[in-house]
């Protein structure tokens, strides 16, 4: 399904300019090696519930799993996702919501829905677990992992009953996941720069212009933040 | 014992005289240096031109403010020193003063009421400016500037410093005579001279201070004159002499540094900043040569014959992998290397490059800065933790700004990647201290509280 919208802007990523200009415009006092942050099982959600919290730790943790290399939960993606829905994005401060919206509509003619983001959340997990408890007598959260594989598998493939305006929940899940996972630690997903790490991007150093004529020769040095945080 | 009193007697006696003298000898102002007919009119422009040469906005224009309506701080070792309001509005300006008393505010730092000013005003560098540019400014000020009633905050120095009297003593000892200047017979040398020496005042912090917090010269025959002061905790680079940087810049390069504020080498910064964008990019194509042509000959009368040095290509091929020293380990970028190289790889090699070259008229070369390497690293902490920005001006009207760093790097990282830069390349200065950047970072902090 098609679904450009959903994306934070890649500007709001880069916290307001491109390139090297997004080195000018950080606001988060962060200094080099920030102190650890409150454990996962502690957070306080600024947006969802117990009950959403614990759906999105469990989802997420699906779409990008833990194993020898760190995974959603490491990078502390529902950290960013909770403080997304909570600002502007959760709130589609800068999409156009007013109307008509045709839920229903062919979904080649994207985003239909009138709920924000924040409130697809809502409603949808709501509506995913309702639906387990009729099919699994559990939320999803509490089902076995080969179950909740299933349930997500079912819901990426439109196979979970939803009224129209919640159908691009799956989609929008995975889209925030990714960007969790690798966007600047600045907003509280890639912790530690896990995702970075991962896939051997360097992050926000701007420039290799001594490295353009060596080829195959891979590049030595961890990735740093925004902050000026080094991983 | 008689004997001592008898000296002491006389000491404290001496005293009293010299107070008296000080208090109640009539101030002597310097007279027109050359007789210009009553009716003399100045050309047209000239006087806002004069005005630019003077650079009399710097000052006399609050950060924001109407232009000559006064209020600007300016920070003193004695303490906050505030222009005055210099429209000629009767009460808060100046639209009373006559001619005379508006030469005297210039050439002799006498105000109005009598009253001494503060050598903040640069009348140590005015009184050698030309009675035509005194007409041309007295009229400026008198019938093209708007009247703005502006009355500010007033000079409150604490004791002695605000017994302006005290000031008179200080211009004995440290004024020079008033006057034109001696001629050389090479016009433009001697057009360069005047601008630089009278209404261009870069004497003012570009010549190192005498006991008396006096320039140590005033012209070129003087040999302190122009090797380099202290402006805000800043360096003000010397302009002459074995260790100017300028002396190894082309004609060209000088004069683009004056007219916009950037050259291959470096972008201008700090104080200098407002007297390009005030004052020298303001000057008409003649003067500015005369200026090349005088600092390129100040001392070393060769030196507008010295070929310009030639600067190695400018694209990625000058980045040559086997190069030693800094650009080495820059390049090689191993993990275990130490913080200052580090930080400056995550930071700062986007626009100023492990060769530390930069690129032409855009980012400065930190290799062989001056600002980098000055005695006081003052203007290289300022610059990480603040940013910079060269202003827009004719000749390039785009400002070029190099981000802040103060959010990004602690005082003891910025210490590190200032130790790294100070001695990188074929630089070689003084370490830096943590205390140094937690001192400027404060500064900054209250200043900006301040506003």
């Known amino acids: ?231 | 014992m008689i004997t001592f009193l008898r000296i002491l007697t006389g000491l404290v006696l001496l005293g009293l005289v010299v107070l008296a003298a000080i208090l109640f000898m009539p101030v002597r102002t310097t007279p027109a240096l050359a007789a210009l007919p009553e009716d003399y009119t100045p050309p047209e422009g000239s006087g806002e031109y004069a005005m630019r040469l003077a650079d009399c906005s710097a000052c006399h224009t609050a950060e924001g403010g109407v232009p000559f309506a006064g209020g600007r701080k300016i920070e003193s070792p004695l303490g906050t020193i505030y222009s005055t309001n210099i429209t000629p509005d009767e009460d808060t300006g100046i639209g009373s003063y006559s001619l005379d008393e508006f030469r005297a505010a210039l050439y002799d730092g006498i105000r109005q009421d009598g009253a001494h000013l503060y050598p903040a005003m640069p009348y140590a560098n005015y009184r050698k400016m030309s009675e035509a540019d005194v007409r041309a400014l007295y009229a400026f000020f008198m019938d093209e500037v708007e009247p703005v009633s502006n009355a500010g905050p007033e000079t409150a120095l604490p004791f002695p410093f605000n017994q302006r009297w005290g000031i008179r003593t200080w211009k004995w000892a440290a004024l020079s005579e008033p006057g034109e200047l001696s001629s050389t017979g090479d016009a433009a040398y001697d057009r360069g001279a005047y601008l630089v020496e009278a209404p261009g005042h870069c004497g003012a912090c570009h010549t190192p201070r005498n006991l008396v917090m006096g320039e140590a010269g005033y012209t070129a025959m003087d040999g302190d004159f122009l090797m380099g002061g202290e402006i805000d905790g800043w360096t003000a680079p010397p302009l002459r002499g074995p260790d100017s940087a300028i002396r190894n810049w082309s004609a060209e390069d000088l004069k683009l540094y004056l007219a916009s504020g950037r050259n291959n080498h470096a972008g201008v910064n700090g104080e200098m900043q407002l007297v390009v964008r005030d004052s020298l990019q303001y000057f008409t194509n003649e003067d500015l040569d005369a200026v090349v042509a005088y600092l390129r000959a100040l001392g070393d009368p060769a030196a507008g014959d010295n070929a310009p040095p030639v600067d190695p290509p400018r694209t990625a091929d000058r980045l040559d992998p086997s190069a030693g020293g800094t650009q080495a380990v820059l390049t090689a970028a191993e993990p275990g290397m130490a913080l200052g190289p580090r930080l400056y790889l995550d930071n700062c090699n986007a626009c100023h490059f492990v060769d530390g070259r930069g690129a032409d008229q855009v980012f400065p070369e930190l290799d062989g800065n001056p600002l980098v390497t000055a005695p006081s690293a003052t203007g290289l902490i300022d610059t990480i933790l603040n940013g910079a920005e060269v202003p827009s001006t004719t000749v390039r009207p785009y400002s070029l700004r190099m981000p802040d760093f103060g959010h990004r790097l602690s005082d003891e990282e910025v210490a590190e990647l200032a130790t790294f830069l100070r001695s990188a390349w074929s630089n070689s200065a003084d370490a830096v201290t943590t205390a140094d950047v937690t001192a400027r970072r404060e500064t900054a902090e209250e200043r900006a509280a301040a506003e």
């Open chain 1, 1 to 231: 399904m098609p679904l450009p919208d959903w994306k934070t802007t890649r500007r709001g990523f880069l916290g307001g300019g491109a390139g090297a200009a997004a080195l000018t415009a950080m606001a988060v006092p962060l200094h080099a090696q920030s102190p650890e942050p409150e454990p996962l099982e502690n957070y306080a959600p600024e947006y969802f519930t117990a009950e959403e919290w614990q759906f999105v730790m469990s989802a997420t943790a699906l779409l990008i799993p833990s194993g020898p290399t760190p995974g959603a939960i490491e990078a502390r993606v529902p950290v960013f996702i909770d403080l997304q829905l909570a600002s502007g994005f959760g709130s589609a401060d800068d999409w156009y919501m007013a109307g008509p919206h045709i839920a229903d509509a062919d979904p080649l003619l994207g985003w239909q829905s009138p709920l924000t983001p924040a409130e697809i959340y809502r409603e949808g997990i709501a509506a995913v677990n309702a639906w387990c408890e009729q099919t699994h007598e559990a939320p999803f959260a509490d089902l076995l992992p080969q179950t909740q594989q299933e349930v997500m598998t079912a819901l990426s493939e439109d196979e979970v009953p939803l009224p129209p305006e919640l159908r691009g929940l799956f989609d929008l899940l995975l889209q925030n996941t990714k960007e969790g996972f690798f966007a600047d630690p600045k907003y509280g997903g890639n912790h530690r720069m896990a995702g970075w790490t991962h896939i051997g991007f360097p992050g926000a150093r701007a420039s290799f212009l001594e490295w353009v004529d060596k080829h195959n020769v891979p590049y030595p040095l961890g990735p740093v933040a925004i902050s000026g945080e080094r991983g």
